[in-house]
């Protein structure tokens, strides 16, 4: 027999129930994806792997010198945290795509410099040149790379994302005007969202009938991206950038083969050879040896497609974040680093690249 009480309590749950499977459901459906989260979490850890190099060097060239008086010392760990607060503070404030690239901007240097005083916080004497916490922040980095690399696989958006974010890009129109490109998108966008829906046909309309307004009205965000844009397509349609592109991928994985060579021979002729050892080097001539090939890969694809060869040689310089570079440090901690650095600016490049190739017309790929 079923008491009063727990009858309530039954008849509370069934209706509680209901109630919370909505509200999870209501979340879910206001997580509304950004088609351009990919370039702004880049530019994030871009920065934030160069202040942490910067600092670095800074620190070293100096002395490691205090800033502060009568016994105070401020860390930098403090700026770091105010440029983040601002970041956040920019990226609340304001709508559209340049206030997003500047909270990235500001967030990724203030995060450097707030991860590069993690020696402190995890050493009892607070020792800033702890060993081990270059290697930590290494880790940090990489795991943030594979994330943002998950973010920016593939994944076609719903029509509620598709709209919304076309609704973003024509609020930017409104703003500051556009340019082929971003009309381009906002099409793209409409025409995976719910073309039954009036506000969808709504605004097709709007973008097929609107203008490219004169650069002198647009914002700066716009006019510099539309310069860079232009100069992409006559440097990339010189006859020099295909052979200077190989050769500077060439050169890098000469380098690369140069600098693993020399980490396997110190790694190998050292006073004894422990199995890690061996591992290491082995580790760092299949990695270096897998690198060139897709670089080989990328140029034989030179001729027939720019879009096929960019993303090969972005699978390489995968291989030299993920593996390589994982394994040079064993041996020099900020050279590690320092390679990270340059393979994520060599990708961000690349990734602009892919994206422009991607625009241009199929007679061109």
Do not use: C
């Amino acid at each position: 027999m079923v008491r009063p009480a727990q009858q309530r309590l039954s008849v509370g749950a069934g209706r509680a129930l209901p109630s919370q499977i909505a509200m999870i459901s209501r979340f879910r459906h206001s997580l509304i994806r950004n088609s351009e989260a990919g370039e702004d979490l880049e530019l994030f850890l871009v920065t934030a792997v160069a202040s942490v190099l910067a600092i670095r060097a800074y620190l070293t060239l100096t002395g490691y010198p205090q800033v502060g008086v009568s016994g105070l010392h401020i860390a930098h760990l403090v700026w770091g945290g105010l440029l983040m607060m601002a970041a956040l503070m920019v990226g609340f404030s304001f709508l559209g795509s340049f206030p997003q690239r500047l909270s990235a901007l500001m967030g990724g240097v203030g995060f450097g410099t707030f991860v590069d005083e993690l020696g402190k916080y995890i050493t009892t004497d607070n020792n800033y040149l702890y060993r081990p916490a270059i290697a930590l922040i290494y880790i940090l980095f990489v795991l943030l790379f594979l994330l943002i690399h998950y973010i920016r696989m593939p994944r076609p958006l719903g029509h509620r994302e598709s709209l919304v974010n076309a609704l973003s890009l024509v609020g930017e129109t409104v703003a500051g005007g556009f340019d082929p490109e971003m009309k381009q998108r906002t099409l793209t966008l409409l025409e995976q969202a719910d073309a039954s829906s009036p506000l969808v046909q709504h605004l097709r309309r709007y973008m097929e009938q609107a203008k490219q307004q004169e650069d002198i009205s647009r914002g700066i965000y716009f006019r510099t991206k539309g310069w860079l844009f232009q100069r992409y397509r006559l440097v990339v349609l010189h006859p020099w950038f295909g052979g200077g592109l190989i050769t500077w991928f060439a050169l890098q994985g000469i380098a690369q083969t140069f600098t693993v060579g020399e980490l396997q021979f110190d790694i190998l002729n050292a006073g004894y050879r422990s199995s890690e050892q061996t591992v290491v080097a082995a580790a760092l001539a299949g990695s270096s040896f897998l690198h060139g090939v897709l670089v080989v890969v990328g140029i034989l694809h030179w001729r027939a497609s720019h879009l096929q060869a960019y993303r090969w040689f972005e699978r390489a310089m995968l291989v030299s974040i993920l593996v390589t570079q994982v394994f040079i440090f064993y041996d020099s901690e900020l050279a590690a680093l320092t390679g990270l650095a340059i393979n994520l600016l060599v990708i961000a490049a690349l990734r602009f690249m892919i994206h422009r190739e991607e625009a241009l017309p199929v007679a061109h790929k």
